[in-house]
């Protein structure tokens, strides 16, 4: 009746629908008893206090528009406990807010805002309490195999024991199924030799497909990136969850801290599809940003063009061919910070140091990061967002996609003016700098929400107020003459 796929993906997040839908109903009621129990009249309550189908069904409408009911691709039966919370939250204070500022002269006594705050968590805690009871209940249909979430595990060569135990750990505590492997080897007899070897390195994508694989875990996947990519370019990624792991612990760059496999770090390309709710939250706020940001940008042009030209002559403005979302190339705009010819021997980044094809003027445009202020337009034209991965030439992303084998996934969504690889890494120098940073890319397309995008947002000007006092400090204690 139903496709397994669907059992493992949506029937969870229709259960919890449901669940929500009718559990609303029942406290609504619950709530309009409390209410009329308090004997006030019609008249002393700005609101209608009877039941309505429609209240619930408001919700279920904002939790799903929100991907409320989405469920996680690595955790069979899982919903999100957390953005239903927060619109709940978000509710009630909204109410709040509503009754007493612009009811003032209702009368509404403090104990039915209250039993409104008592209901709002009431329903909270139940909404909880559904998704951990079909969340265990998925657990133990995977425990006892009714339902499973086959892993292929793909390697060049054997990873450490040790390391390669954490990941049998991960799939055994999780109750996973492990299919087999595809690998360049054989596993050594001595060490669990019941695991199948399915085919070579190369026929991951069709053993995939064959045995109907759900996670696929590759070891070892710096060493033959290309090879890997191909792999990539093969599996559906749209439906299968992929984890690029080292081949040891001590290859992990700890320090990065990316998806994880109970303790262990991976790099982790998550199926997943942006809800209707975080699209359009994120465009007002690219919207409600980039147009006092051009604003600004106006007010500035005129000193910013004259130091520019006073410093090299030439155009104020930098165009250059940037690739977007998909891939397709749009125009991006900065203030100039080099000199014309700067490029005259081909696409160059910018060099560690003391770059002589930088301007004076372009030395604080970089530092400040104030070169980027014309790329408000491009916000609000849509080719960019406020935060994304940065944009990069088609002549770069060619090398990238050789070096790195999940650079495509980067282009999914929108480039930004500002991104979580650079307030973490900064400005790259060259390619392998740029491979190194493209990896907080792909955390931050994992874990895409409008909180990331404020907190990132918020990070971006501690880290440009840094740099300007962290230099303007250092700069000074070096030029201060010894006393004698």
Excluded at 254 to 266: K, M, R
Excluded at 324 to 329: A, I, T
Excluded at 372 to 385: A, D, T, V
Excluded at 431 to 454: F, G, K, P
Aim: hydrophobic share 40%; net charge positive; proline share 6%.
């Amino acid at each position: 009746m139903f496709s397994k796929k669907f059992i493992k993906r949506g029937l969870p997040g229709l259960i919890t629908l449901v669940t929500d839908f009718l559990t609303g109903v029942l406290i609504l009621n619950i709530f309009t008893a409390l209410v009329i129990s308090t004997n006030l009249t019609d008249n002393s309550l700005p609101i209608d206090v009877s039941p309505k189908i429609w209240i619930p069904f408001t919700f279920i409408v904002v939790f799903s528009i929100f991907g409320s009911y989405k469920t996680d691709t690595s955790i069979v039966g899982q919903v999100s406990i957390k953005r239903p919370l927060v619109i709940l939250g978000l509710f009630y204070l909204t109410t709040l807010v509503a009754i007493t500022y612009f009811e003032p002269t209702s009368g509404v006594p403090s104990r039915f805002l209250l039993k409104v705050l008592v209901v709002t968590l009431i329903y909270a805690a139940t909404i909880s309490i559904n998704r951990l009871l079909i969340h265990l209940i998925f657990t133990m249909l995977l425990k006892t195999n009714i339902l499973s979430h086959k892993v292929l595990l793909v390697f060049h060569n054997f990873p450490s024991n040790a390391y390669f135990k954490e990941f049998l750990r991960y799939i055994s505590v999780n109750n996973l199924t492990l299919s087999g492997y595809c690998g360049t080897e054989k596993i050594k007899p001595d060490f669990h030799p019941e695991i199948p070897c399915l085919g070579r390195f190369y026929n991951a994508p069709d053993i995939v497909k064959e045995y109907s694989i759900d996670e696929v875990i590759i070891f070892n996947h710096s060493q033959k990136t290309r090879q890997t990519e191909k792999i990539l370019t093969e599996i559906n990624t749209e439906e299968v969850l992929v984890r690029l792991a080292p081949g040891s612990i001590e290859s992990i760059p700890i320090q990065i801290g990316l998806s994880h496999l109970t303790e262990i770090p991976v790099v982790c390309i998550r199926p997943r599809s942006i809800n209707l709710g975080y699209k359009l939250i994120k465009r007002i706020l690219d919207i409600s940003v980039a147009i006092p940001g051009l604003i600004f940008t106006a007010i500035t042009y005129p000193f910013l063009s004259w130091k520019i030209r006073r410093n090299s002559p030439g155009p104020v403005l930098f165009k250059q061919q940037r690739l977007g979302k998909n891939g397709k190339q749009f125009t991006m705009y900065k203030f100039r910070t080099m000199h014309v010819n700067a490029e005259e021997n081909g696409p160059q980044l910018a060099a560690k140091g003391d770059d002589r094809r930088i301007t004076e003027i372009g030395r604080f445009l970089r530092q400040t990061h104030m070169d980027e202020l014309p790329q408000f337009w491009n916000i609000l034209k849509g080719e960019m967002s406020l935060v994304g991965p940065r944009p990069e030439r088609a002549y770069f992303a060619s090398q990238l996609e050789k070096e790195t084998p999940y650079y495509k996934f980067i282009l999914q969504v929108k480039p930004g003016l500002t991104s979580l690889g650079m307030i973490k890494y900064g400005y790259a120098h060259n390619v392998n700098e740029m491979t190194e940073r493209l990896i907080y890319d792909v955390i931050y397309i994992n874990n895409l929400s409008i909180i990331a995008d404020l907190k990132i947002i918020g990070s971006t000007f501690v880290y440009i107020l840094k740099k300007i006092f962290f230099r303007q400090v250092v700069r000074n204690r070096f030029n201060q003459k010894p006393s004698t």
